[in-house]
């Protein structure tokens, strides 16, 4: 199950469950689509993979069995940071961003 992380890893803003603007490698690196177009240029910083739109968690379960949703299992509340270098973000993603998702 995603973590639905709370906070975008490069520039910290604030990604809550229902942030449509929330992006995630398949490793769950999450960052804001702002910084995945003008930073990371949609290459993640970690595995060097490609960014997708987070899904949108409900909020309320809508049927009887399973329970699920946001109150059967919550967003993550821990904030995750990135450990790379500005200039290591600038290596990969120069290396990478011209090479489809598929092809890396």
Not at 6 to 27: F, G, H, M, Q, V
Not at 89 to 100: T, W
Request: charged share 30%; with cysteine.
């Amino acid at each position: 199950m995603l973590e639905l992380r709370p906070n975008c890893e490069w520039c910290d803003k604030e990604l809550p469950p229902d942030a449509t603007d929330a992006r995630i490698c398949s490793y769950e690196c999450t960052y804001c689509a702002e910084c995945v177009e003008t930073v990371l240029f949609n290459v993640c910083a970690t595995c060097g993979g490609g960014l997708v739109p987070r899904p949108i968690r409900p909020r309320q379960a809508h049927r009887d069995q399973p329970k699920l949703g946001l109150g059967v299992h919550p967003a993550s509340t821990k904030r995750v940071h990135s450990k790379w270098r500005e200039e290591d973000v600038s290596e990969i993603s120069l290396k990478l961003r011209d090479v489809p998702p598929a092809k890396r």
